[in-house]
């Protein structure tokens, strides 16, 4: 596991959102591909990522109408990434250092080409002692 790159783990090709796009319309977006993430843009202009709890806490908790609220004014701006060819233990330090469960994936061009999630981590890695290991990573324990 030592060797275990990002892109052997990552969420490849990721689908992406455009920022005036309705909440409702990336509800729906991550509903029909089954993630809790979209990234906002393009792989070549990154604008930021929606989340599930976005929409909830920052839209409609506030009242807003997902059927007429653009992505771009509810989106997280600060997207926190790593390179597909960084290690599983330097990209689990990332999502512990930031405080994360997920981080976009770029390549050398700095195009995102993925998402790396603990979810995946857990369910990609055989290797109990591999989890055991990124676990105490990502979590300081």
């Known amino acids: 596991m030592k060797t275990a790159k990002v892109r052997d783990v990552m969420t490849a090709n990721p689908v992406m959102i455009d ?3 309705t909440l409702q319309q990336a509800a729906e977006l991550m509903k029909f ?3 809790g993430m979209l990234p906002v843009g ?3 202009d990154l604008d930021g990522v929606i989340t599930d709890r976005d929409i909830v806490i920052r839209a409609i908790a506030q009242g807003v109408n997902p059927a007429q609220a ?3 004014d509810h ?3 600060r ?3 790593c390179n597909e060819d960084d290690l599983l233990e330097e990209a689990t330090a990332k999502l512990r250092k930031f405080r994360v469960s997920r981080l976009l994936v770029k390549n050398a061009d700095g195009k995102v080409t993925g998402i790396l999630s603990i979810g995946i981590i857990l369910r990609r890695e055989a290797d109990p002692n ?3 290991e990124l676990v105490k990573h990502a ?3």
């Open 139 to 141: 979590t300081g324990i």
């Open 33 to 35: 591909i089954d993630c």
């Open 75 to 77: 989106m997280t701006t």
């Open 79 to 81: 997207v926190c990434t």
């Open 130 to 132: 591999d989890i055991a």
């Open 19 to 21: 920022p005036d796009a």
């Open 42 to 44: 393009t792989k070549n």
């Open 70 to 72: 653009p992505v771009r």
